[in-house]
């Protein structure tokens, strides 16, 4: 359903109550934003905000003006908000689940082969919820050459799914939750620090170095994923 349309046409409806006007003569002028219509001698002008909310403004020739305000019921207001969060040139989505949505991310392929090698796809695909702090390509990219190419490598597997598991915590915390000072206990047992300053969301990890938030709160139907630009580390 095109949303600004349907409210348009609520705003019109709400403005003229009264007997309809004649409608053989109608001028329309919209862009993204703001929608001008010009019928019979009423110019009514209307603009949707971000919170859903439609303005609307008319003024008649002879000089009488109107005001309103509509706001879009519950299931509207999900159906807008619920479109998703542009990560790696896809866009995420709530009806899909953490692993779903990241294998589409073009910026998180080595943290899925590493997720596939862990064996933990099906846990990241349950129930939940899970905060999952998602390194990035470049996050991976980060650590000493080698590093990726060893930890996937079956004899491996226990440290891989120690590391993944640090970057993973019950519960979804979206970036409001997220308190200064908050410590996190990860599904891999050890704590991850919050540190937020200057708008920033940053986690302190057990080995005393940071990650910083770069992409907040992409909601999945299992949980919510934070983007970060550092691979977290465990003590051991």
Do not use: C
């Not at 990860?186 to 708008?199: D, M, N, R, Y």
Request: avoid cysteine.
């Amino acid at each position: 359903m095109t949303t600004k349309p349907f409210f348009a046409t609520l705003a019109l409806a709400v403005a003229f109550s009264a007997p309809a006007f004649a409608q053989d003569k109608v001028k329309t002028k919209s862009d993204s934003e703001k929608t001008k219509t010009t019928a019979d001698g009423m110019t009514t002008k209307t603009k949707m905000a971000d919170d859903g909310k439609m303005k609307i403004k008319g003024k008649s020739d002879a000089g009488d003006k109107m005001k309103a305000t509509t706001k879009p019921r519950k299931g509207e207001m999900k159906e807008m908000s619920g479109k998703g969060v542009m990560v790696g040139g896809a866009m995420m989505t709530p009806d899909k689940d953490i692993v779903d949505n990241a294998v589409g991310s073009a910026d998180h392929t080595t943290l899925v082969s590493a997720v596939k090698a862990a064996g933990l796809v099906e846990t990241l695909k349950s129930a939940g919820p899970f905060t999952v702090f998602a390194p990035t390509n470049a996050a991976f990219d980060k650590l000493p050459a080698g590093t990726v190419n060893s930890l996937v490598q079956p004899e491996m597997k226990p440290m891989l799914t120690k590391i993944l598991t640090y970057h993973v915590v019950s519960g979804r915390f979206t970036a409001a939750d997220l308190k200064n000072g908050q410590v996190l206990t990860t599904v891999e047992g050890e704590p991850l620090t919050v540190v937020k300053s200057g708008g920033n969301v940053m986690l302190k990890d057990a080995k005393g170095g940071t990650a910083t938030v770069t992409i907040p709160n992409v909601i999945s139907n299992n949980g919510v994923t934070h983007v970060i630009d550092t691979v977290l580390m465990p003590a051991n």
